[in-house]
Nanobody, 114 residues
Framework: QVQLVESGGGLVQAGGSLRLSCAAS????????MGWYRQGPGEQRELVAS???????NYKDSVKGRFTVSRDNAKNTVYLQMNDLKPEDTAVYYC????????WGQGTQVTVSS
């Protein structure tokens, strides 16, 4: 059974930082492309950042220079370091794993106050 468990969300003031973690089980993590998505109120889910099995990263334009995605294959965990957070970053953040199928975590709320 595949499980993706996110943690690290919370309430932070604008300009602050958070680090999200996503622990994976039930998949061969080292060959998975991992992604972080977010969904704000009344909005569609959108890609924030992704990292391939080879470590190639991709970012949404509005988070470039502020967010960093990384992975630890020994711990089956992907991270999203978020710095200089803005109110518009407020959303539920989801972890996604892509191997031969796509799997989603349950999401973690990030709220940035102005």
């Amino acid at each position: 059974q595949v499980q993706l468990v996110e943690s690290g969300g919370g309430l932070v003031q604008a300009g602050g930082s958070l680090r999200l973690s996503c622990a994976a089980s039930g998949i061969i993590f080292s060959v998975a492309t991992m992604g972080w998505y977010r969904q704000g109120p009344g909005e569609q889910r959108e890609l924030v950042a992704s990292i391939t099995d080879g470590g190639v990263t991709n970012y949404k334009d509005s988070v470039k220079g502020r967010f960093t995605v990384s992975r630890d294959n020994a711990k089956n965990t992907v991270y999203l370091q978020m710095n200089d957070l803005k109110p518009e970053d407020t959303a539920v953040y989801y972890c996604r794993a892509r191997t031969y199928a796509i799997y989603w975590g349950q999401g973690t709320q990030v709220t940035v106050s102005s």
